[in-house]
Nanobody, 123 residues
Framework: QVQLVESGGGLVQAGGSLRLSCAAS????????MGWFRQAPGTEREFVAVIGRTGTSKYYGDSVKGRFTISRDNAKNTVYLQMDSLKPDDTAVYYC????????????????WGPGTQVTVSS
């Protein structure tokens, strides 16, 4: 029974930065593998980043490598996504997700989802 709530989205100009947060409750956060996904209108949900239970293993989607950084603070039950050098193509609703099995890149592998937060990057 995990609840996830994203925050930190907003409007930013190209080249700017945002940091998204995802607060978890209702379970033991340190046991969750946490991921970030995004979805633009008319597109499939896209893998952005995933972080392992201890925060030592991280993987990124090709489109965000070198620009985004995922991190977690288990003491705060929170996972973060630092987004730098933002591009208009990064515009999407960003979702936080949790699973208990694998650091997967497919949305179907995740058990719990937040409601999402909108990120809009202007040119």
């Amino acid at each position: 029974q995990v609840q996830l709530v994203e925050s930190g989205g907003g409007l930013v100009q190209a080249g700017g930065s945002l940091r998204l947060s995802c607060a978890a409750s209702g379970g033991t956060f340190s046991t969750y593998i946490m991921g970030w996904f995004r979805q633009a209108p008319g597109t499939e949900r896209e893998f952005v980043a995933v972080i392992g239970r201890t925060g030592t293993s991280k993987y990124y989607g090709d489109s965000v490598k070198g620009r985004f950084t995922i991190s977690r603070d288990n003491a705060k039950n929170t996972v973060y996504l630092q987004m730098d050098s933002l591009k208009p193509d990064d515009t999407a609703v960003y979702y936080c997700a949790a699973n208990f099995w694998t650091a997967g890149k497919s949305p179907i592998e995740y058990n719990y989802w937040g409601p999402g937060t909108q990120v809009t990057v202007s040119s």
